[in-house]
Protein backbone atom coordinates (compact mmCIF):
# COMPACT_ATOMS: atom_id res chain seq x y z
CA UNK A 1 0.00 0.00 0.00
CA UNK A 2 1.14 3.15 -0.82
CA UNK A 3 1.47 5.98 1.51
CA UNK A 4 -0.87 8.92 0.91
CA UNK A 5 0.93 11.58 -1.00
CA UNK A 6 0.00 15.28 0.68
CA UNK A 7 1.79 18.59 -0.47
CA UNK A 8 4.46 18.01 1.71
CA UNK A 9 6.25 15.42 -0.21
CA UNK A 10 9.66 16.55 -1.30
CA UNK A 11 11.75 15.16 -3.43
CA UNK A 12 14.75 15.42 -1.63
CA UNK A 13 18.04 15.17 -2.92
CA UNK A 14 18.81 12.70 -0.43
CA UNK A 15 19.36 11.76 3.61
CA UNK A 16 22.37 13.44 4.80
CA UNK A 17 24.53 11.94 7.50
CA UNK A 18 24.09 13.45 10.80
CA UNK A 19 27.13 15.36 10.77
CA UNK A 20 26.43 17.13 7.76
CA UNK A 21 22.81 17.88 8.98
CA UNK A 22 22.53 21.63 8.95
CA UNK A 23 21.63 23.81 12.12
CA UNK A 24 18.55 25.52 12.28
CA UNK A 25 19.18 27.69 15.17
CA UNK A 26 20.90 31.00 15.25
CA UNK A 27 19.24 30.85 11.45
CA UNK A 28 17.29 34.46 10.79
CA UNK A 29 14.24 33.80 9.03
CA UNK A 30 15.66 34.74 5.83
CA UNK A 31 18.32 32.21 6.34
CA UNK A 32 16.22 29.60 7.32
CA UNK A 33 13.91 30.37 4.55
CA UNK A 34 16.52 29.83 1.89
CA UNK A 35 17.83 26.51 3.77
CA UNK A 36 14.50 25.25 3.53
CA UNK A 37 13.77 25.99 0.09
CA UNK A 38 17.42 24.54 -1.12
CA UNK A 39 16.46 21.29 0.59
CA UNK A 40 13.45 21.01 -1.48
CA UNK A 41 10.61 22.98 0.39
CA UNK A 42 8.55 24.21 -2.15
CA UNK A 43 9.42 28.39 -2.64
CA UNK A 44 5.37 29.25 -2.39
CA UNK A 45 5.50 27.24 1.03
CA UNK A 46 8.38 28.87 2.70
CA UNK A 47 7.08 31.67 4.04
CA UNK A 48 4.55 28.99 5.79
CA UNK A 49 6.74 26.51 6.89
CA UNK A 50 9.09 29.63 8.07
CA UNK A 51 6.72 30.40 10.66
CA UNK A 52 5.69 26.94 11.55
CA UNK A 53 9.21 25.86 12.29
CA UNK A 54 10.33 29.20 13.60
CA UNK A 55 7.31 28.88 16.42
CA UNK A 56 8.17 25.16 17.31
CA UNK A 57 11.60 26.20 17.86
CA UNK A 58 11.52 29.12 19.76
CA UNK A 59 8.21 29.39 21.23
CA UNK A 60 7.80 25.81 22.47
CA UNK A 61 11.35 24.93 22.84
CA UNK A 62 10.79 21.77 20.33
CA UNK A 63 13.89 19.68 19.45
CA UNK A 64 12.51 16.90 17.59
CA UNK A 65 10.79 17.01 14.05
CA UNK A 66 8.33 14.60 14.99
CA UNK A 67 6.73 16.53 17.65
CA UNK A 68 6.33 19.33 14.84
CA UNK A 69 2.42 17.97 14.92
CA UNK A 70 0.92 20.67 12.04
CA UNK A 71 3.64 19.10 9.43
CA UNK A 72 2.57 16.62 7.73
CA UNK A 73 4.36 13.14 8.70
CA UNK A 74 6.57 12.72 5.75
CA UNK A 75 7.61 16.37 5.77
CA UNK A 76 8.50 16.25 9.16
CA UNK A 77 10.69 12.80 8.11
CA UNK A 78 12.50 14.99 5.21
CA UNK A 79 13.03 17.79 7.59
CA UNK A 80 14.97 15.23 10.32
CA UNK A 81 17.20 13.66 7.21
CA UNK A 82 18.35 17.22 6.56
CA UNK A 83 18.46 19.38 9.39
CA UNK A 84 19.06 19.47 13.28
CA UNK A 85 17.76 21.75 16.06
CA UNK A 86 21.47 21.88 18.17
CA UNK A 87 22.26 23.48 21.05
CA UNK A 88 25.85 23.62 22.53
CA UNK A 89 26.03 21.71 25.41
CA UNK A 90 26.34 22.18 28.96
CA UNK A 91 28.92 20.31 30.64
CA UNK A 92 28.80 21.64 34.35
CA UNK A 93 26.20 23.71 36.01
CA UNK A 94 26.78 24.96 39.42
CA UNK A 95 24.67 26.55 41.45
CA UNK A 96 25.32 29.11 44.03
CA UNK A 97 24.09 29.11 47.72
CA UNK A 98 21.92 32.69 46.21
CA UNK A 99 20.56 30.99 43.80
CA UNK A 100 23.02 32.24 40.85
CA UNK A 101 23.36 29.44 38.35
CA UNK A 102 26.53 29.30 35.88
CA UNK A 103 26.63 26.66 33.19
CA UNK A 104 29.89 25.84 31.50
CA UNK A 105 28.99 25.08 27.80
CA UNK A 106 30.71 23.31 25.28
CA UNK A 107 31.00 24.86 22.06
CA UNK A 108 32.05 23.29 18.44
CA UNK A 109 35.35 22.78 18.55
CA UNK A 110 35.40 21.67 22.09
CA UNK A 111 35.98 25.53 22.72
CA UNK A 112 34.22 26.37 26.53
CA UNK A 113 31.75 29.36 27.59
CA UNK A 114 30.07 29.98 30.66
CA UNK A 115 26.62 31.83 31.11
CA UNK A 116 25.36 33.15 34.08
CA UNK A 117 21.53 33.09 35.23
CA UNK A 118 21.04 35.68 37.96
CA UNK A 119 17.72 35.29 39.80
CA UNK A 120 16.77 38.57 41.62
CA UNK A 121 13.31 39.65 42.93
CA UNK A 122 11.14 40.57 40.26
CA UNK A 123 13.40 39.10 37.41
CA UNK A 124 15.75 37.08 36.32
CA UNK A 125 19.01 37.82 34.19
CA UNK A 126 20.84 35.72 32.07
CA UNK A 127 24.59 36.89 31.07
CA UNK A 128 25.61 35.35 28.05
CA UNK A 129 29.06 34.91 26.56
CA UNK A 130 29.82 36.33 22.77
CA UNK A 131 33.33 35.10 21.93
CA UNK A 132 35.39 32.79 23.99
CA UNK A 133 38.27 35.08 24.41
CA UNK A 134 38.63 38.49 24.32
CA UNK A 135 41.04 40.26 21.59
CA UNK A 136 41.12 43.44 24.03
CA UNK A 137 42.87 43.06 27.16
CA UNK A 138 41.33 45.16 30.02
CA UNK A 139 44.16 44.75 32.83
CA UNK A 140 41.33 44.20 35.80
CA UNK A 141 39.45 41.60 33.77
CA UNK A 142 40.25 37.89 33.45
CA UNK A 143 38.58 37.14 30.21
CA UNK A 144 40.87 39.75 29.16
CA UNK A 145 44.06 37.54 30.24
CA UNK A 146 42.81 35.29 27.89
CA UNK A 147 43.54 35.52 23.69
CA UNK A 148 40.72 35.65 21.55
CA UNK A 149 40.12 31.57 20.33
CA UNK A 150 37.52 32.06 18.34
CA UNK A 151 33.35 34.41 17.56
CA UNK A 152 30.63 32.40 18.76
CA UNK A 153 28.13 32.00 16.32
CA UNK A 154 24.42 33.58 16.18
CA UNK A 155 23.35 29.91 17.10
CA UNK A 156 25.58 29.40 20.07
CA UNK A 157 24.38 33.04 21.13
CA UNK A 158 20.87 32.40 21.36
CA UNK A 159 21.53 28.75 22.28
CA UNK A 160 22.84 29.63 25.63
CA UNK A 161 19.01 31.53 26.37
CA UNK A 162 17.50 28.20 25.18
CA UNK A 163 19.72 25.94 27.26
CA UNK A 164 18.72 28.29 30.57
CA UNK A 165 15.62 28.20 29.64
CA UNK A 166 15.57 24.17 29.27
CA UNK A 167 17.15 23.92 33.15
CA UNK A 168 14.53 26.71 33.64
CA UNK A 169 11.88 24.84 32.66
CA UNK A 170 10.74 27.73 30.92
CA UNK A 171 8.83 26.95 28.04
CA UNK A 172 5.24 28.09 27.57
CA UNK A 173 2.34 25.95 27.91
CA UNK A 174 0.94 26.39 23.74
CA UNK A 175 -0.77 29.76 23.69
CA UNK A 176 -0.11 30.91 27.47
CA UNK A 177 3.30 33.21 26.89
CA UNK A 178 4.32 34.32 30.09
CA UNK A 179 4.40 37.81 30.87
CA UNK A 180 7.43 39.61 31.17
CA UNK A 181 7.31 40.31 34.73
CA UNK A 182 6.22 36.63 35.95
CA UNK A 183 9.32 35.17 33.62
CA UNK A 184 11.96 33.23 35.48
CA UNK A 185 14.36 34.67 32.71
CA UNK A 186 13.50 38.13 32.07
CA UNK A 187 16.53 39.76 31.08
CA UNK A 188 19.66 38.82 28.80
CA UNK A 189 22.99 41.09 29.04
CA UNK A 190 26.00 40.45 26.94
CA UNK A 191 28.15 40.86 29.67
CA UNK A 192 30.09 37.49 29.73
CA UNK A 193 32.41 36.66 27.97
CA UNK A 194 33.98 38.63 24.71
CA UNK A 195 33.56 42.22 23.31
CA UNK A 196 29.69 42.05 21.46
CA UNK A 197 30.86 44.59 19.18
CA UNK A 198 33.81 42.89 18.02
CA UNK A 199 30.59 40.17 16.80
CA UNK A 200 28.33 41.99 15.73
CA UNK A 201 26.35 40.02 12.91
CA UNK A 202 25.83 37.21 14.88
CA UNK A 203 25.12 39.30 18.20
CA UNK A 204 22.79 40.68 15.98
CA UNK A 205 21.07 38.16 14.50
CA UNK A 206 21.11 36.43 18.04
CA UNK A 207 19.16 39.11 19.41
CA UNK A 208 17.01 39.43 16.77
CA UNK A 209 15.97 35.96 17.48
CA UNK A 210 15.29 36.96 21.06
CA UNK A 211 13.25 39.73 20.81
CA UNK A 212 11.25 37.74 17.77
CA UNK A 213 7.60 38.03 18.69
CA UNK A 214 6.90 34.64 17.55
CA UNK A 215 9.66 32.87 19.42
CA UNK A 216 11.36 33.86 22.52
CA UNK A 217 10.06 37.20 22.77
CA UNK A 218 11.68 39.33 25.13
CA UNK A 219 11.50 43.08 24.57
CA UNK A 220 14.51 45.10 23.40
CA UNK A 221 14.43 46.97 26.40
CA UNK A 222 15.34 43.92 28.71
CA UNK A 223 18.38 43.15 26.40
CA UNK A 224 21.50 45.12 27.35
CA UNK A 225 25.07 45.24 25.56
CA UNK A 226 27.61 45.95 27.09
CA UNK A 227 30.75 47.28 25.03
CA UNK A 228 34.45 48.40 26.15
CA UNK A 229 33.79 50.76 23.84
CA UNK A 230 34.08 50.02 19.83
CA UNK A 231 33.46 53.61 18.88
CA UNK A 232 32.41 52.96 15.13
CA UNK A 233 29.55 49.79 15.93
CA UNK A 234 27.58 51.89 18.67
CA UNK A 235 25.51 53.61 16.09
CA UNK A 236 24.78 50.21 14.51
CA UNK A 237 24.09 48.80 17.41
CA UNK A 238 20.72 51.02 17.83
CA UNK A 239 19.97 50.92 14.19
CA UNK A 240 20.13 47.35 13.89
CA UNK A 241 19.67 46.01 17.32
CA UNK A 242 17.85 48.70 19.59
CA UNK A 243 18.64 47.22 22.72
CA UNK A 244 19.90 49.21 26.04
CA UNK A 245 23.56 50.22 25.72
CA UNK A 246 26.05 49.93 29.06
CA UNK A 247 29.15 51.05 28.34
CA UNK A 248 32.59 50.09 30.58
CA UNK A 249 33.58 52.99 31.20
CA UNK A 250 35.70 52.88 34.59
CA UNK A 251 37.80 55.72 34.53
CA UNK A 252 37.36 59.73 34.16
CA UNK A 253 41.12 60.64 32.37
CA UNK A 254 42.65 58.99 29.42
CA UNK A 255 45.79 58.19 31.01
CA UNK A 256 43.70 56.04 33.47
CA UNK A 257 41.57 54.45 31.18
CA UNK A 258 44.40 53.56 28.41
CA UNK A 259 45.96 50.94 31.51
CA UNK A 260 42.07 49.75 32.68
CA UNK A 261 40.86 49.67 28.69
CA UNK A 262 43.30 49.77 26.34
CA UNK A 263 40.69 50.23 23.36
CA UNK A 264 40.69 54.15 24.54
CA UNK A 265 43.79 54.24 22.78
CA UNK A 266 41.74 54.20 19.91
CA UNK A 267 38.62 55.61 20.77
CA UNK A 268 39.79 58.07 23.84
CA UNK A 269 36.99 59.33 26.16
CA UNK A 270 35.85 62.14 24.70
CA UNK A 271 35.10 60.47 21.31
CA UNK A 272 33.13 57.51 23.32
CA UNK A 273 31.24 60.18 24.70
CA UNK A 274 29.96 61.83 21.49
CA UNK A 275 29.06 58.60 20.18
CA UNK A 276 27.20 58.04 23.61
CA UNK A 277 25.20 60.91 23.46
CA UNK A 278 23.53 60.59 20.08
CA UNK A 279 22.65 56.65 21.18
CA UNK A 280 19.46 57.07 23.31
CA UNK A 281 17.97 58.97 20.01
CA UNK A 282 19.14 56.97 17.21
CA UNK A 283 17.59 53.82 19.85
CA UNK A 284 14.54 55.18 21.62
CA UNK A 285 15.64 54.07 24.73
CA UNK A 286 16.22 55.86 27.61
CA UNK A 287 19.13 55.74 29.33
CA UNK A 288 22.58 54.51 29.28
CA UNK A 289 24.23 52.35 31.47
CA UNK A 290 27.83 53.48 32.68
CA UNK A 291 29.95 50.31 34.38
CA UNK A 292 32.39 51.87 36.92
CA UNK A 293 34.24 49.11 38.48
CA UNK A 294 35.49 50.05 41.96
CA UNK A 295 39.43 49.58 42.53
CA UNK A 296 40.95 50.58 45.36
CA UNK A 297 43.43 53.59 45.00
CA UNK A 298 42.91 53.68 41.50
CA UNK A 299 39.61 55.34 39.63
CA UNK A 300 37.63 55.20 43.31
CA UNK A 301 38.48 59.02 44.55
CA UNK A 302 36.15 61.57 45.21
CA UNK A 303 37.60 63.50 42.39
CA UNK A 304 36.84 60.80 40.29
CA UNK A 305 33.38 61.04 40.99
CA UNK A 306 32.68 65.05 40.78
CA UNK A 307 34.88 64.19 36.97
CA UNK A 308 32.69 61.35 36.11
CA UNK A 309 29.58 63.58 36.10
CA UNK A 310 30.94 65.85 34.83
CA UNK A 311 31.88 64.28 31.89
CA UNK A 312 28.55 62.57 30.86
CA UNK A 313 26.64 65.99 31.84
CA UNK A 314 23.40 65.40 29.53
CA UNK A 315 23.78 62.18 28.57
CA UNK A 316 20.49 60.36 29.78
CA UNK A 317 22.76 58.05 31.90
CA UNK A 318 22.69 55.53 35.14
CA UNK A 319 25.82 54.50 37.06
CA UNK A 320 26.07 50.80 38.05
CA UNK A 321 29.44 51.00 40.41
CA UNK A 322 30.89 47.42 40.64
CA UNK A 323 32.71 46.36 43.54
CA UNK A 324 35.81 44.49 41.83
CA UNK A 325 35.84 40.52 41.59
CA UNK A 326 38.36 39.61 42.49
CA UNK A 327 40.35 36.48 40.64
CA UNK A 328 43.77 34.79 41.01
CA UNK A 329 46.73 36.71 40.26
CA UNK A 330 44.48 39.66 39.39
CA UNK A 331 46.91 42.99 39.98
CA UNK A 332 43.49 45.03 41.80
CA UNK A 333 42.00 44.90 45.01
CA UNK A 334 38.51 45.77 45.58
CA UNK A 335 37.43 49.24 47.06
CA UNK A 336 36.42 49.38 50.84
CA UNK A 337 32.85 49.69 51.38
CA UNK A 338 32.85 53.01 52.37
CA UNK A 339 35.08 54.36 49.69
CA UNK A 340 32.27 53.11 46.98
CA UNK A 341 29.57 54.53 49.15
CA UNK A 342 31.07 58.00 49.19
CA UNK A 343 31.62 57.77 45.56
CA UNK A 344 27.84 57.11 44.81
CA UNK A 345 26.78 59.50 46.99
CA UNK A 346 28.19 62.02 45.26
CA UNK A 347 26.93 60.57 42.04
CA UNK A 348 23.59 60.25 43.17
CA UNK A 349 23.29 64.07 44.48
CA UNK A 350 24.33 64.78 41.20
CA UNK A 351 21.70 63.20 40.00
CA UNK A 352 22.37 60.10 38.85
CA UNK A 353 21.00 56.43 39.44
CA UNK A 354 24.02 54.65 41.10
CA UNK A 355 23.70 51.58 42.15
CA UNK A 356 26.40 49.13 43.78
CA UNK A 357 26.39 46.07 42.31
CA UNK A 358 25.89 43.40 44.58
CA UNK A 359 28.24 40.31 44.03
CA UNK A 360 26.37 37.82 43.09
CA UNK A 361 27.39 33.54 42.86
CA UNK A 362 30.89 34.36 44.26
CA UNK A 363 31.07 30.83 45.77
CA UNK A 364 30.76 30.10 41.65
CA UNK A 365 33.03 32.72 40.52
CA UNK A 366 29.89 33.64 38.64
CA UNK A 367 30.83 37.43 38.46
CA UNK A 368 31.01 39.53 35.48
CA UNK A 369 34.72 39.87 34.83
CA UNK A 370 35.50 35.81 36.60
CA UNK A 371 34.71 34.42 33.78
CA UNK A 372 37.25 32.69 31.78
CA UNK A 373 36.98 29.71 29.58
CA UNK A 374 37.68 26.34 31.42
CA UNK A 375 39.85 24.96 29.26
CA UNK A 376 42.33 26.56 31.42
CA UNK A 377 40.75 25.92 34.37
CA UNK A 378 39.12 22.38 33.97
CA UNK A 379 41.83 20.97 35.48
CA UNK A 380 41.40 22.29 38.70
CA UNK A 381 39.03 21.15 41.19
CA UNK A 382 35.83 23.03 42.75
CA UNK A 383 37.76 23.11 45.73
CA UNK A 384 40.63 24.64 44.44
CA UNK A 385 38.80 27.28 42.81
CA UNK A 386 36.43 28.25 45.76
CA UNK A 387 39.76 28.54 47.49
CA UNK A 388 41.51 30.57 45.20
CA UNK A 389 38.51 32.80 45.31
CA UNK A 390 38.64 33.33 49.09
CA UNK A 391 36.30 31.02 50.31
CA UNK A 392 37.25 27.88 50.51
CA UNK A 393 38.04 27.88 54.29
N1 LIG B 1 33.46 43.09 26.70
C1 LIG B 1 32.32 43.77 27.17
C2 LIG B 1 31.33 42.89 27.90
C3 LIG B 1 31.89 41.83 28.80
S1 LIG B 1 32.56 42.36 30.34
C4 LIG B 1 32.73 44.93 28.04
O1 LIG B 1 33.91 45.03 28.38
O2 LIG B 1 31.89 45.75 28.35
C5 LIG B 1 31.13 42.83 31.30
C6 LIG B 1 31.45 43.87 32.38
O3 LIG B 1 32.22 43.30 33.45
C7 LIG B 1 32.26 45.04 31.86
O4 LIG B 1 31.77 46.26 32.37
C8 LIG B 1 33.61 44.74 32.42
O5 LIG B 1 34.39 45.89 32.46
C9 LIG B 1 33.27 44.18 33.76
N2 LIG B 1 34.34 43.46 34.40
C10 LIG B 1 35.32 42.75 33.82
N3 LIG B 1 36.13 42.21 34.76
C11 LIG B 1 35.66 42.59 35.95
C12 LIG B 1 36.05 42.33 37.29
N4 LIG B 1 37.08 41.54 37.56
N5 LIG B 1 35.32 42.86 38.28
C13 LIG B 1 34.23 43.62 37.99
N6 LIG B 1 33.80 43.88 36.76
C14 LIG B 1 34.51 43.38 35.74
FE1 LIG C 1 37.20 41.93 26.83
FE2 LIG C 1 35.24 43.20 28.17
FE3 LIG C 1 37.10 41.79 29.49
FE4 LIG C 1 37.77 44.08 28.32
S1 LIG C 1 36.32 43.82 30.03
S2 LIG C 1 38.93 42.16 28.22
S3 LIG C 1 36.49 44.02 26.50
S4 LIG C 1 35.60 40.98 28.08
Redesign the pocket.
Known amino acids: MSAPITQDVLTLPRKLPESDRINLVGLTRAQLREVLIEGGTPERQANMRVGQIWQWIYQKGVRDFEAMTNLSKAYRTELAERYEIALPEVVTRQVSADGTRKYLVRIAGGHEVETVYIPEEGRGTLCISSQVG?TLT?S???TGTQKLVRNLTAGEIVGQVMLARDDLGEWPEPGRAPKDETRLLSNVV???M???LYNFDAVRDAMQIVMDGEGISLSRRRITL???GVVPEIARTAEEIGCLLAV?F?ATTDEVRDTLVPINKKWPIAKLLDELRAYPKLSNSERITF?Y?MLKGVNDSDADARRLVKLIQGIPAKINL?P??E?PGAPYQRSDRARIQSFADIVYKAGYASPIRTPRGEDIMA????LKSATERARKSRTQIATEAGLGG
Do not use: D, K, R
Open positions: CCFCHLMGGEPSTSSHEVIFNWACGQ
